[in-house]
């Protein structure tokens, strides 16, 4: 009889787990520019890491992280986009790269462990924001992100004008303001220009109402 329950690991890939990393990063390869380039991969090995939540030895979701101040990233267009966008130093910043799940996990939340995971290495480095990047191609569970204290902050084209949701988290928590539920805005998902304006505008969305809007506020 198959275990209804799993106990799932998370642990940091190496060179060994290469055909790990390679089969994440090719995930990018329908985009119209593959942030995981030959160019960027051995970057992440030297400054950041790649880590993988696991069911028994077999990764069944992937993500990386990477400092915004770290050479192979600050060089990049994302890099400019982001600490123009955030208005803060990119030495702040702890970019967490898109998360990877099986397809046969997908109903399992897994943002919470890793966001877990990415908080972690964010105070293990001084790093006071997290940095969350979905090519909008691929989705976004905004629900669990929204759950976990994200906010979504712009959607916005970094690299070669692929777009990306940008969603951002304080690292300490205790410094975050409590702010009113006034002026609270909705917008369609579907209506992408409209939350782009909003974003711009300083409007960030913080949760969904039972209809699937964002709510927006700031």
Known sequence: MEKEYRTLTIRRLF?????WIEK??????????????EKLLPGVFVQGA???????????????????????FAQSAAGWHLTDLLGEKAGHCLVCGYLWTDEQYSHIDLYTPITKLWMIQAERKNK???VHLVPSRFGADFEKLFYNGFQLIALRGLDNLVPYWIFTRKTDVGTEKTLPYEDVKKCPLSDTKGLS??????????DMDMEKNLLFRR
């Open 15 to 19: 060179i060994e787990d290469m055909s």
């Open 24 to 37: 994440y990063a090719a995930c990018f390869d329908g985009l119209f520019f593959n942030p995981l380039s």
């Open 50 to 72: 790649f880590w993988a939540v696991c069911d028994g030895e077999m990764p069944v979701a992937v993500t990386y992280i990477l400092d915004a101040d770290s050479h192979s």
């Open 128 to 130: 006071t924001i997290l």
């Open 197 to 206: 304006q909003l974003c711009e505008k300083g409007y960030r969305a913080f």
